[in-house]
Structure formats: structure tokens, C-alpha cells
């Protein structure tokens, strides 16, 4: 697994995060030092999972990245499930093509290039993923995305919404943000990476309180949500069609 540099060095400019090439290369490292308990997250959504993921049904990851949540999912399921992989950056897609490939994945899957702010066709879904990328989406678009997700669902089926997330009080969020710091700390970030990392996120990823995630589900139109994980910032939701 390659490391995390991408912010490394100084910078004399900030632009806006993308998830290029270069991000692609990493993301794994990233993702495992910038997210708390993201091995944990991984383990309880295969722990969740097999119980609604139905034979001859699809799981849509959407905005799989470079595909681990669904591989660790591969030994879990059906072999007549169908794995659906969406991404906008069509680096991450290639890195899952890889990752799958090199994991012998027999299974039927796709892997698709798509941005998921613009209406996209979900087909016969017993799961949807949402990990960590319901906060990419503008704000603009993310109830009628949840909405449109919901409407195609089969009946019986399940949502899994992770996101990091605003507390409800203000002065427990600047906490929350400076103990999220300290984690990157603790995971060998430099006080420049992390500053450069904020900066670049700064308008790409807008989060939202606990509390206003479980409403647009709820406006949605599922009729159960259940916080599963919860971390300061970061939180896991079960939602139920």
C-alpha cells in the first residue's frame, strides 16, 4: 500500500480536493489514516449486509472508490448477487477494475464512471452504500438523490449512509473537529498536511448535522433509520425501505 503525500509538501496555492490520479494511488493509506475506525466500519457493514442482500439481487456502491468495500464483501454473499460500483472519477473505477482482478472476483459485477448528482438508473438493489460520499454531493442535489435511490430499491432493502457530520451544538463541533485533528496526529500527519488537506476540502465537502441526515431519509421515504457507528464527527446509519 502506498503512502499518503499528497499534501506533504508546501503548496503554494489551494485547490479544490479531487479525487485524481494522484489521490487514486493512495486512497487506501488515506482513507485508513484520515477516518476513524474505517477497518471497523468496513467490518460491521459485512456484519450488516448479508442479512438483506438477497440471491439474484444487486449492491450498489456509490462512490466505491478503488472497490474494498465490496470485495470484503465477496466471500460473504450469494455468488448470484451482482456487485454495481460507481464513481465519478473514473481513477478510482480503473482501481477497482484492478483490485478486483487481482482478487480473482468471479462474481458478475460493473463498474461504472458517473457523477451521482445527475440522475442515474439503479436496477433490482437489495443494498445501497453510501460510504462517505453523500458529503461530496452538493447540497443541492443530495435529497433528490436519496430520493431517487429509495424509489428504486425492492421493498425490504437497506441504505448504509456513512458521513462525517456537524454536531448539533457548535461549541462540542469545534471540539469534535479538534479531536479529529488529533487522530491524524496520532496517525503521522504533519500540522502542514492537515492544513492543506482543510484548506483543499474546505468547499468540497460540506457536512451536515446527525440530525438533518436522518431527516432527508426520512423525507426520502424510509420507514426505519438507526444510527449503527457513531464518532465524534462521524457517523453510520441503517436505513430501511
Not at 439503479?122 to 424509489?151: G, H
Request: a negative charge.
Amino acid at each position: 500500500m502506498k503512502t499518503d503525500q499528497v499534501f506533504k509538501a508546501p503548496m503554494e496555492k489551494s485547490t479544490d480536493f479531487k479525487f485524481d490520479a494522484q489521490v487514486a494511488d493512495v486512497f487506501n493509506d488515506m482513507v485508513g489514516r484520515s477516518v476513524p475506525f474505517y477497518l471497523e466500519m468496513q467490518r460491521m457493514m459485512s456484519e450488516i449486509i448479508p442479512d438483506y442482500a438477497r440471491p439474484n439481487t444487486s449492491i450498489y456502491d456509490l462512490g466505491c472508490s478503488t472497490g474494498t468495500t465490496l470485495l470484503s464483501l465477496d466471500k460473504l454473499l450469494d455468488q448470484t448477487v451482482r456487485f454495481v460500483g460507481v464513481d465519478s472519477s473514473a481513477e478510482m473505477i480503473e482501481n477497482s477494475h484492478s483490485n478486483f482482478r487481482n482478487n480473482g472476483l468471479t462474481r458478475p459485477y460493473d463498474l461504472i464512471t458517473a457523477d451521482l448528482y445527475k440522475p442515474f438508473e439503479i436496477k433490482n438493489a437489495s443494498v445501497v452504500i453510501l460510504c462517505l460520499t453523500l458529503q461530496f454531493i452538493r447540497p443541492v442535489y443530495r435529497q433528490k438523490m436519496l430520493e431517487s435511490i429509495y424509489q428504486q430499491m425492492n421493498d425490504g432493502t437497506c441504505l448504509i449512509l456513512i458521513e462525517k457530520i456537524l454536531a448539533e451544538d457548535s461549541d462540542l463541533n469545534r471540539k469534535f473537529i479538534n479531536y479529529y485533528y488529533d487522530l491524524k496526529r496520532r496517525n503521522n500527519y504533519d500540522e502542514m498536511e492537515i492544513s492543506q488537506k482543510r484548506e483543499a476540502l474546505e468547499n468540497v465537502l460540506i457536512p451536515y448535522k446527525l440530525s438533518e441526515n436522518l431527516q432527508m431519509l426520512a423525507e426520502a421515504g424510509f420507514s426505519k433509520t438507526e444510527v449503527f457507528f457513531k464518532w465524534y464527527n462521524f457517523a453510520g446509519i441503517i436505513a430501511i425501505k
